[in-house]
Nanobody, 127 residues
């Protein structure tokens, strides 16, 4: 079975940092890209970042560009989201997801493009 397990969420003060991790088991595809999404209370789930299988290509939402960084370690089947300079508006449940294409086509920003999802981890930024 394909499973994605997220960790690293928590409570942090504004301007602080957190690093989220997402471990994938069951090898969904031979090669695949990964994405991070988030959903704040009362809001729709929105795209945060994506990374190609090789790690050579990344894509970010404008709201997090310059503050967040996505990376992956395929030997450990893990993708990371380093979040710096956090703001209260970053408060949300963060989800990782698997995209079946190895390379990024466009931004890979639509939720419907992803086929496997993690359970989500809560990130709360206080001011």
């Amino acid at each position: 079975q394909v499973q994605l397990v997220e960790s690293g969420g928590g409570l942090v003060q504004a301007e602080g940092s957190l690093r989220l991790s997402c471990a994938t088991s069951g090898r969904p595809f031979n090669t695949y890209s990964m994405g991070w999404f988030r959903q704040a209370p009362g809001k729709e789930r929105e795209f945060v970042a994506a990374i190609s299988w090789s790690g050579g290509s990344t894509s970010y939402a404008e709201s997090v560009k310059g503050r967040f960084s996505i990376s992956r370690d395929n030997a450990k089947n893990t993708v990371f989201l380093q979040m710096n300079s956090l703001k209260p508006e970053d408060t949300a449940v963060y989800y990782c997801a698997v995209h079946p294409w190895a390379s990024l086509s466009g931004s890979h920003s639509r939720t419907g493009e992803y086929v496997y999802w993690g359970q989500g981890t809560q990130v709360t930024v206080s001011s």
